[in-house]
């Protein structure tokens, strides 16, 4: 059974960090490019952060470039999302995808909620 697993979401006041983490199993993670996206109420689903393999490049949008990074311990089967710098604009569900580098299939999460505010 496929599994993305979040967790170290929570409440943060601005200007704050969480990490994230994303726990993988039921499949062969280190084949796979992993992302980062966020759902705010009200609003589309959209891309944070990506990281490859085995190149590990990363992509990130301006609203997050230089507050948060992606990284991956294949070792490990998880990515991380370091997100520092928290703005309340930050507030959403993250949610963690896996794509695999060659097949037409992706794998989602079920979410962590982040919430920014004081």
């Known amino acids: 059974q496929v599994q993305l697993v979040e967790s170290g979401g929570g409440l943060v006041q601005p200007g704050g960090s969480l990490r994230l983490s994303c726990a993988a199993s039921g499949f062969t993670f280190s084949l796979y490019h992993m992302s980062w996206y966020r759902q705010a109420p009200g609003k589309e689903r959209e891309l944070v952060a990506r990281?490859?393999?085995?190149?590990?490049?990363?992509n990130y949008p301006d609203s997050v470039k230089g507050r948060f990074t992606i990284s991956r311990d294949n070792a490990k089967n998880t990515v991380y999302l370091q997100m520092n710098s928290l703005k309340p604009t930050d507030t959403a569900v993250y949610y963690c995808n896996a794509e695999h580098i060659w097949r037409q299939d992706d794998y989602w999460g079920q979410g962590t909620q982040v919430t920014v505010s004081s």
């Open positions: 990281i490859t393999t085995p190149g590990g490049f990363t």
